[in-house]
């Protein structure tokens, strides 16, 4: 009975690794929620699925984060195969800011900015990941996946020339260091870990028309991103994101753990 726990299921790609994982019978899913009352869609499907447990966790949060794999380890007799921290707090006021603009005279905004991506992607992913090992070191698949971006390769930088989206990509950069760093550590218990990016996903959920100020800048994106990739259309979707990051978490294996790739498995980013 392989296990799950994934992080920020509540929607996006969190609730879409829920969806498709559950759908086996044989799997237990722990969909870890920021706000166990507000995460609705992921609610209702548990309603549906009797493999899906719902965990209160905001990955910020210590004391939840402690309350969260002591949940998971009753529910699982002690013992959790995967772990996929996917949860991402992003600063969308300083998205569109250049290094340059985070100024000492704005000190005040640009540590907030940073504080909030690094809440996640780095102490959210040291947090979940450590309360977690000692469940994943008794089980059979030992996978610890944190979902990074694209957007935090040097050269995807060098080559799109996207200045922007600094804390986020920085944060990332941190996370994918983090990955390194955990693989050295835990190979000798037999724990895989990788740094996984899902390409450029459809994850907005929008209900009426987009702002003309968000279809500017998925112009302004996908413009950049063809830099790379000439006949990129556009994102992909939710469902085929993940279908493909299970695929790569699948051949995860002691040669791949520690690095950091894309949901085709290489640095083919989109
Ligand atoms: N979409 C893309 O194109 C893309 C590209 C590259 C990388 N990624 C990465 O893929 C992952 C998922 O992206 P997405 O597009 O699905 O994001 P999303 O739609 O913005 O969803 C983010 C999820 O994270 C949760 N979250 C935020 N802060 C949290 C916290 N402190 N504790 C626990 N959960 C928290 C949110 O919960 P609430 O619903 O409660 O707010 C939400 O469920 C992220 O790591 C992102 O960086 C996405």
């Not at 990332?172 to 000798?188: C, I, P, T």
């Not at 987009?210 to 800048?217: I, K, T, V, Y």
Request: proline residues 5%; aromatic residues 6%; glycine residues 6%.
């Amino acid at each position: 009975m392989p296990s799950y726990a994934i992080t920020g299921a509540a929607r996006g790609l969190g609730y879409e690794f829920v969806n498709q994982l559950s759908s086996e019978a044989a799997n237990t899913v722990f969909a870890l929620v920021r706000s166990a009352s507000t995460a609705t869609k992921v609610q209702t499907l548990a309603g549906e699925r009797k493999n899906i447990h719902i965990v209160q966790c905001d990955v910020t949060k210590p004391d939840e984060v402690i309350a969260a794999a002591e949940k998971i380890a009753t529910l699982s007799e002690g013992s959790l195969d995967v772990l996929v921290h996917n949860a991402v707090a992003m600063d969308m006021d300083t998205m569109g800011m250049p290094p340059s603009a985070f100024v000492a005279e704005k000190a005040e905004m640009a540590v907030s900015a940073m504080d909030k991506a690094f809440s996640t992607s780095l102490y959210g992913a040291l947090w979940i990941t450590n309360a977690l090992i000692p469940l994943i070191e008794k089980s059979q698949q030992r996978k610890i996946i944190h979902i990074s971006t694209g957007m935090a390769d040097p050269d995807l930088i060098k080559t799109t020339g996207i200045s922007y989206a600094v804390p986020y990509v920085v944060s990332k950069a941190a996370m994918n260091m983090l990955v390194a760093k955990y693989a050295a550590e835990l190979k000798d218990k037999g724990i895989k870990v990788l740094a996984l990016s899902p390409g450029w996903v459809d994850t907005a959920d929008m209900t009426g028309p987009p702002p003309q100020e968000m279809l500017d800048a998925f112009q302004l994106m996908l413009s950049q991103f063809q830099k790379v990739k000439p006949d990129l259309a556009g994102p992909i979707t939710p469902e085929e994101s993940v279908r493909m990051q299970l695929d790569v978490i699948r051949d995860l294996d002691e040669k791949t753990s520690g690095t950091f790739v894309s949901h085709h498995g290489d640095q083919n980013w989109f």
